[in-house]
């Protein structure tokens, strides 16, 4: 099984900050790879899909990129409502495989 | 708009069993790999099961042999038969289109399973 390794598991920061979070697969995953975001209660929203195809209705200040074994996701000025878990998982190989997860919280 | 509801959900004793349904619409399903993912309470998503378009299935390691998931294009309807049901099993159980390849771009509410005696 290809193991997903996201960091941090948690992270503070402010309103307008950068925030960056990375995913690391066991093995290349070529680009099968996916962000989530999910908010208490909430299904997971997919926000990024082939490692850097930005979903329809995500706000531009989401972005990912890599390839092979190491991706990330970049929120470029955090908002209000950007506060939440963020999950990756690839999607190369059964069994599909998500990572386990980032909580972006409020400084 | 596409629309995924999912239902059969329940308590079960350990040993039991459930089937779960999705109703499907907004989308040709049987243009679409599905899957059913679920997520236990305060823990992230974990999939389950796929089944592509035409019929192939995939499954998650410890479901393999108690689960079985199915599909009915002229309903547009998604199945989860589960056999063998485990206290570990217990979870929101969401149907998802997407699968092998591709990504989970829409996500049912889900229906929970509580397996406990």
């Known amino acids: 099984d290809i193991q997903m390794t996201q960091s941090p598991s948690s992270l503070t920061a402010s309103v307008g900050d950068r925030v960056t979070i990375t995913c690391r697969a066991s093995q290349s995953i070529s680009s099968y790879l996916n962000w989530y975001q999910q908010k208490p209660g909430k299904v997971p929203k997919l926000l990024i899909y082939a490692a850097s195809s930005l979903q329809s209705g995500v706000p531009s200040g989401f972005s990912g990129s890599g390839s092979g074994t190491d991706f990330s996701l970049t929120i470029s000025s955090l908002q209000p409502e950007d506060f939440a878990t963020y999950y990756c998982?690839?999607?190369?190989?059964?069994?599909?495989?998500f990572g386990g997860g980032t909580k972006v919280e409020i400084k | 708009e596409v629309q995924l509801l999912e239902s059969g959900g329940g308590l079960v004793q350990p040993g039991g069993s459930l089937r779960l349904s999705c109703a499907a619409s907004?989308?040709?399903?049987?243009?679409?790999?599905m899957s059913w993912v679920r997520q236990a309470p305060g823990k992230g998503p974990e999939w389950v099961s796929a089944i592509s378009g035409s019929g192939s299935t995939y499954y998650t390691g410890s479901v393999k042999g108690r689960f079985t998931i199915s599909r009915d294009n002229s309903r547009n309807t998604l199945y989860l038969q589960m056999n063998s049901l485990r206290a570990e099993d217990t979870a929101i159980y969401h149907c998802a289109r997407g699968g092998i390849a591709t990504h989970f771009d829409d996500w049912g509410q889900g229906t929970l399973v509580t397996v406990s005696s």
């Open positions: 998982q690839q999607s190369y190989s059964p069994p599909l495989t």
């Open positions: 907004g989308f040709t399903f049987s243009n679409y790999a």
